[in-house]
């Protein structure tokens, strides 16, 4: 089956620092790619969808100079969060869509992002 | 605006017995997509099952089945013979058409399930 993993699984960085998360898919072409925030005890929420070679399209409420996001290859997208705050940390999942299979969604196993 | 909704912040169910996990949506789109994915302790999202809106039949997959009333809109998930495995936070999630963003998969709040021995 499609695979997608994502670095680091773990981050924890000092506040005013960028850090980046990559997200990649191990066995297939993402053409879309999707980056979630889920905070402790709540849902998913899109930041942003990204398509590959494209400006990512971001959620109504997400700073887009603060949450960088590049597509730059079909198996490779990356996140950065910029001059980081307590306050983003977070649990960042991203997935991805793309051939053969464009109707599926798969998703990385996340990563824990901790600012101090 | 599409709006998924899960009521039940958590659920508790004895070992073998059966569970329903309740989601609710709201979309003008008349093409969609319904999911219901698991997520246990370690973050992953795994899919479960998928229900499209114009498919007749319920979908099923293992101990998995979706209960689909469209007039409804309701996408409830049934899980039999639960197992110790199972609990996990589960998500109902849709994918909508053009009009809420075809991509976008957006979730519910989830339900807690503990499945006791």
């Known amino acids: 089956g499609a695979v997608v993993s994502q670095h680091p699984s773990r981050v924890i960085c000092k506040s005013g620092t960028s850090v980046k998360i990559e997200c990649r898919s191990l066995d297939f072409q993402a053409t879309t790619m999707f980056w979630y925030r889920q905070f402790p005890k709540q849902s998913l929420m899109l930041m942003a969808t990204s398509n590959e070679g494209s400006k990512a399209t971001y959620e109504q409420g997400v700073e887009k100079d603060k949450f960088l996001i590049n597509h730059a290859s079909l198996t490779l997208s990356t996140l950065t969060v910029t001059s980081a705050h307590p306050e983003d940390s977070s649990f960042y999942i991203c997935s991805a869509r793309g051939s053969p299979s464009p109707g599926e969604q798969y998703f990385g196993p996340g990563t824990r992002l901790t600012v101090t | 605006a599409q709006k998924i909704t899960q009521t039940q912040p958590g659920m508790f169910v004895q070992e073998k017995e059966a569970v329903t996990l309740d989601c609710t949506y709201d979309t003008s789109d008349p093409s969609y997509g319904l999911f219901w994915y698991k997520q246990p302790s370690s973050g992953e999202m795994i899919f479960l099952i998928y229900?499209?809106?114009?498919?007749?039949q319920n979908a099923t997959e293992g101990r998995y089945s979706l209960n689909f009333q469209k007039a409804r809109k309701s996408a409830n998930l049934v899980i039999s013979a639960s197992q110790l495995g199972d609990s996990a936070m589960y998500f109902c999630a849709m994918r909508g058409g053009f009009s809420g963003g075809y991509n976008k998969l957006i979730f519910g709040a989830g339900t807690r399930l503990a499945v006791h021995p």
């Open positions: 229900q499209g809106s114009y498919d007749q």
